[in-house]
Nanobody
Framework: QVQLVESGGGLVQTGGSLRLSCAAS????????MGWFRQGPGKAREFVAG????????VYADSVKGRFTISRDNAKNTLYLQINNLEPEDTAVYHC???????????????????WGQGTQVTVSS
């Protein structure tokens, strides 16, 4: 069983930055493909970024390329999302998600992930 706890959200102005963290429990984090998803008001949950076990493979949604950076520290069992140049459209609850340990690939569909954090709210004011 993997437990995920996000932190780092908040209220920022347009153009601001945040660093989201996702702390994972267990001993299998280094063998777990991870992703960040977000769900804005009245919107479906959408893929933001994904990262492979060791960070060698990373994919971003087109809407966040160049502004968001996903990374991981396997020694600390922690996943990160650096968010720069925030826009009002980025307002959402951000969730980290984990696949079943042993799967190296990170699909861009929420249904492929078995474990989810409770989410952290990011609100961008214009």
């Amino acid at each position: 069983q993997v437990q995920l706890v996000e932190s780092g959200g908040g209220l920022v102005q347009t153009g601001g930055s945040l660093r989201l963290s996702c702390a994972a429990s267990g001993r299998t984090f280094s063998m777990t493909a991870m992703g960040w998803f977000r769900q804005g008001p009245g919107k479906a949950r959408e893929f933001v970024a994904g990262i492979s076990w060791k960070g060698g493979s990373i994919v971003y949604a087109d809407s966040v390329k160049g502004r968001f950076t996903i990374s991981r520290d396997n020694a600390k069992n922690t996943l990160y999302l650096q968010i720069n140049n925030l826009e009002p459209e980025d307002t959402a609850v951000y969730h980290c998600a984990a696949r079943t340990p042993g799967f190296s690939y990170f699909p861009q569909v929420a249904g492929a992930y078995n474990y989810w954090g409770q989410g952290t709210q990011v609100t961008v004011s214009s």
